[in-house]
């Protein structure tokens, strides 16, 4: 149950900061998806069942405030998650650069899906100038967040794990 309000309370941190912090720091229009960051974190970090409850009430978080219909980004969230999860054995704490990549090609598929049934169903066919002007720059700022955000991720992980493995014995 601590485990489960302290990564809400992460996610609403993480929300609060993409939509009201951010938007004042935005570089060329461009504000960092800060709400992947726990989201491929605690996949890597805790298995894919985790990273798709983490997902899920990230994505559902902007469906409720920024979505014309609730279901899609908690959708394409959870989903990233999971495919996070897959990363769990392969994942060591300490390495930073595992999850920098996870958090660039995170955020490239989920420009590229929010593009497609955005804007290209819509025959708007500039992709060009999407990936230049919105998908890059803002790939990189989150690479760049997931270097100041993962770490207390992971402080905030082990104390968890110690609070749970104390609890047990």
């Not at 060329?28 to 298995?47: C, E, H, K, Y």
């Not at 920098?100 to 955005?118: E, H, P, R, S, W």
């Amino acid at each position: 149950m601590r485990r489960f309000i302290i990564q809400l309370l992460i996610i609403l941190i993480c929300f609060l900061l993409q939509t009201s912090l951010f938007r004042y720091l935005d570089l060329a229009d461009i504000v960092p998806n800060l709400l992947l960051i726990p989201t491929m974190s605690f996949g890597m970090m805790r298995g894919r069942k985790e990273g798709m409850l983490v997902g899920f009430f990230s994505g559902l978080l902007l469906d409720l405030f920024y979505g014309s219909m609730i279901g899609p980004y908690a959708l394409l969230y959870m989903y990233l998650g999971y495919i996070n999860g897959f990363f769990h054995r392969v994942y060591y704490m300490e390495d930073i650069l595992l999850p920098m990549l996870m958090a660039g090609a995170n955020d490239l598929v989920y420009n590229i899906i929010v593009y497609i049934f955005a804007y290209l169903l819509r025959n708007r066919l500039d992709i060009g100038f999407y990936v230049i002007h919105v998908i890059l720059p803002e790939m990189v700022y989150t690479m760049i967040m997931t270097l100041f955000i993962y770490k207390p991720l992971v402080r905030i992980n082990r104390w968890l794990k110690q609070k749970e493995e104390g609890s047990e014995g």
